[in-house]
């Protein structure tokens, strides 16, 4: 009868295991497409924000430039024309603007970085969770699909903390 018991609850706790592995594997898999996700704004804002520091820069050399004419007609005592003036505001005003979004853009992609890491770390703890579980199935040893399933405790608060961010 002990001997029945005993193989009943092997049988029981390695497909309890081999469940809780399974169930790992779907939260790997969510994790991962997450960070995949936020990884992808990452490149996206990237692009967007390194093309808005490029023209903030391009307005920055036409205004120089402009502002150099303006100069050189004010020295030698020549008319500036006031569309020059009004020029000149217009790309420091376009500066300005295109400095707030393009930091704003930074912002985002701090955040989507921060976010994006914890789902991978998340991934990384199931992903070694799902591995120390398959050796406790092979050696038949309890106390790796316990400590596989605290892996996947850590795994789950990192994948959360993503979550919730």
Request: avoid cysteine; glycine fraction near 8%.
């Amino acid at each position: 009868m002990m001997e029945r018991f005993q193989q009943t609850w092997v049988q029981n706790w390695v497909s309890l295991a081999a469940l809780s592995s399974a169930i790992l594997a779907i939260f790997a898999a969510l994790s991962g497409v997450a960070a995949t996700s936020h990884g992808n704004w990452v490149t996206r804002d990237l692009i967007r924000s390194s093309n808005e520091w490029s023209y903030f820069q391009a307005k920055g050399i036409k205004a120089n430039l402009l502002q150099t004419k303006i100069e050189i007609l004010t020295l030698s005592k020549q008319e500036v024309q006031k569309q020059d003036r009004q020029k000149l505001e217009e790309y420091k005003q376009e500066q300005e603007v295109l400095s707030e979004r393009a930091k704003s853009r930074d912002e985002t992609i701090q955040y989507h970085l921060k976010v994006g890491g914890l789902f991978t770390r998340g991934m990384t703890f199931f992903q070694i969770a799902i591995g120390i579980i398959a050796v406790s199935i092979l050696t038949k040893k309890r106390l790796f699909w316990v400590g596989g399933l605290a892996l996947g405790l850590w795994g789950l608060f990192y994948a959360t903390q993503g979550f919730f961010a």
